[in-house]
């Protein structure tokens, strides 16, 4: 029996546990409701200090263990990445009582053809955010509105292209939490269990 996309079976195998932290991710990038939808990306801030935010993911691709975020080019998190491409995205569903934790590294893309397309996809609203004269995290004498119009957003549109090589799966369940660590070596996965 298949679980459902809310609760993995009572007892999963490592292959279960897998299966329905992938189906969770594609329903994050697919659903703006779902819990995955809206990760916590982790960087190495400029300063060596550790920063998080929350971001949105924009898409994934299982095959090639890629999750697609948009940013503004002006933005910390691209200075950082650009840096140090390792990152880290954490995930949780209350509801699924899951929480998954990818890590990997991140390529910058803007001005390109893979900027270019994402952006020929965005909403004029989505476009509207990266119009703005003014870099994100400016000081400011008070809140600031996005600019109404999507014209030259584009220069500062930027596509962060994130290929996880681990992902650690925590699964809370009543009968006993259980811990899969998922590793990549090439093309080759890799499944261990862990202490919760």
Known sequence: MDPSP???ASRPDADD???????????????????????TLSTIGLDGRPRARTVVMRGLD??????????????????ELRRDPRVALVFYDAAAKLQVRAEGIAVV?????????????????????????????T????????????????????????VFDRLDLLSLQAAGHRRLLLRWDG????AQWLKP
């Open 6 to 8: 809310q609760q993995p």
């Open 17 to 39: 546990l897998a299966a329905h932290a992938l189906r969770l991710l594609a329903r994050g990038a697919a659903d703006r409701r779902a819990a995955f939808h809206t990760p």
């Open 62 to 79: 299982v095959a090639e263990r890629l999750i697609r975020l948009h940013s503004d080019v002006r933005s910390d998190k691209v200075a």
């Open 139 to 162: 000081p400011a004498a008070g809140p600031q509105p996005a600019d109404a119009h999507a014209d030259g957003g584009e220069a500062n549109f930027a596509v962060i292209r994130c």
């Open 109 to 137: 893309h803007s001005g390109d053809d893979v900027a270019s397309e994402a952006w020929g996809r965005s909403q004029p609203m989505a476009r509207a955010i990266y119009a703005g004269a003014v870099a994100p995290g």
């Open 187 to 190: 093309g080759d996965r890799t």
